[in-house]
């Protein structure tokens, strides 16, 4: 009876192991399947972040701004991870998104953390201190002309931000595809997690017919010429797995007008803007919003188009005035006149 009840304590302690020894196996793929990534992209005229596609009911963008992006990273294990930042060039054989820039410069307003869309990361509300790291410039030439003519007519800043660990490096960015129909362009970075969750954000520049193709005497070409199709900006191969791929799209409905060169630098010739930060260059410290936030271009803004208009004004509010007086003189004289006619 004894050996009989040691040996079912013996079969019960092996399966009890067995089942251990299972659990364990299985560990290390359910805590890999845990991981989420999450992009997420900012509607202008709704003022809150789109997990969707953009158009011109949510957004409205000119040619030269800045659509901002928020890409939360979560169940990451501490250490080095890298992960490719993908964007459309060229749509239709016109161009698209020509460079990526700094993600705060034109809209946003700092507001990572605002609970919309679907790319909120767990460290909100309380973000640790972001990093930055410069965006390569980029000397690709399409149809005679760099990218990085585009980057300086534009004048933007050109950093990712990232929060919860270091960037290391920014490769790219790589083109694949005929800029005379559908191509794009490829960044890799890799970062360091010192938890694990990581929040990145950039914006994505919208090309300007300014520039693209009228620099090199060429047509208009910028990103209000794309027609139909939208273009998208993708998240791909975290960690050199096929697959938390995420993709957004922007439509052409959502493209309204175009900004002036430099209307995005700094510290922009002609005065205005805001100083530089110390030692020159990108003014202000990380994760901070010392950039013009123009949600909508100077062609839709109430504001006169030469001296001539301005003085208007104020001489129309005077006759106005002086018409109103006059009224109220006439309305009086005639009120004290009625009763001596009597």
Known sequence: MRGGQGFRAFVTAASVGALLLALGAVASPIHAAST???????????????????????????????????????????????????????????????????????????????????????????????????????????????????????????????????????????????????????????????????????????????????????ARDGASLVSGAPWHVRTLQLDGAGNKNQDRSIQPSAIVGELPPQALAPNPPGGGGNPPGPGGGNPGAPGTTPFPHLTAPPTTMSQPTSPGDAAIVPALLLLVFAAAAFAQLVERRTTTGSPRRR
């Not at 460079?99 to 700092?110: D, I, M, P, Q, S």
């Not at 800029?179 to 997690?193: E, I, M, P, R």
């Open 36 to 218: 989420t990534v999450n992009l997420d992209q900012w509607a202008s005229s709704d003022a809150a972040w789109q997990n969707g596609n953009l158009n011109g009911n949510n957004s409205r963008y000119p040619e030269g701004g800045i659509v901002p992006f928020r890409l939360a990273m979560e169940g990451l294990k501490v250490g080095k991870h890298s992960i490719h930042i993908n964007y459309d060039f060229t749509a239709n054989g016109h161009k698209a998104y020509d460079f990526l820039a700094t993600w705060n410069v034109t809209n946003a307003k700092g507001k990572v953390c605002i609970p919309s869309g679907g790319a909120i990361s767990s460290m909100c509300p309380s973000l640790p201190v972001s990093t930055t790291r410069a965006i390569p410039s980029d000397g690709f030439k399409a149809n005679g002309l760099p990218v990085s003519g585009a980057e300086a007519y534009s004048g933007a800043p050109r950093r990712l931000t990232m929060w919860g660990g270091v960037i290391s490096s920014i490769t790219g960015p790589t083109h694949a595809g005929s800029v005379n129909g559908n191509s794009t362009a490829d960044l890799v970075v890799t970062f360091v997690s010192t938890g694990p969750a990581v929040l990145l954000a950039w914006g994505g520049h919208l090309a300007q017919s300014a520039y693209w193709d009228t620099a090199g005497g060429g």
